[in-house]
Structure formats: C-alpha cells, structure tokens
C-alpha cells in the first residue's frame, strides 16, 4: 500500500520561504511521477508542481521561478522547495504520486494522480 507522509508546513510571513517534505513509501518510487497540489477552502485542489521518474519538472505559471520541485530517489522522498512567499500562497498543500510508464512525463491534472497524502497547512502571513 502507497503511503506519503508530507512534512515542513507551518506559518511563514510573506517573502519568506519554506521547504516541504514528503517521504514515500509501499512503493517503487523511481517508477512514480511526483507531484505537489494544493487547496484552499471552497476551491478546487491546484497544480503547484510535478517532477517526472528522469527529474523533468513542470509547474504553473502562479509559481514559476519561486518554487523548486527536488527529490531523493534513494530516500523515496520529494522536496518542494518555497521560496518569495506569498499570501495568496497559503494553502493545504498535498503530495501526490503515479506509477508512470514513460520516464519523462508529467502530469498536471488531480485525477491523474491515484495516491496522496493527508496535506500539510502553509500559512503565509502579509
């Protein structure tokens, strides 16, 4: 059985920045596409960044050039590295993980996704 385990949430003020964690496990994990979502309230679940099995990364345009997507294959864990916080960043942000077939795509999409985390809470305040 799939387990992630997200890490490194907390309050952060704007311009601040954060590393988040998420240890894997129950899985082969360099045959797994990695990615990181986020929520909010009311909202549906966002794309914040996705690393494929050969290390391509891809991430929306909300947060290019100020996040990091990382792992550790030897450590079945994957980083999200923040950086410039925002306001507007907070969220509960959630790892998600797929077995993938091909070694350098990525996904964006929630449903593409079939094993997740219980999220972990950033906060960012102005």
């Known amino acids: 059985q799939v387990q992630l385990v997200e890490s490194g949430g907390g309050l952060v003020q704007a311009g601040g920045s954060l590393r988040l964690s998420c240890a894997a496990s129950?899985?082969?994990?360099?045959?797994?596409?990695m990615a990181w979502f986020r929520q909010t309230p009311g909202k549906e679940r966002e794309f914040v960044a996705a690393?494929?099995?050969?290390?391509?990364?891809t991430y929306p345009d909300s947060v290019k050039g100020r996040f990091t997507i990382s792992k550790d294959n030897a450590k079945s864990t994957v980083f999200l590295q923040m950086n410039s916080l925002k306001p507007e960043d907070t969220a509960v942000y959630y790892c998600a993980a797929t077995q993938s077939w091909s070694g350098t795509r990525t996904y964006t999409r929630d449903n593409d996704y079939n094993a997740w985390g219980q999220g972990t809470q950033v906060t960012v305040s102005s």
């Open positions: 129950g899985l082969t994990f360099s045959m797994y596409t």
């Open positions: 690393i494929s099995r050969s290390g391509g990364r």
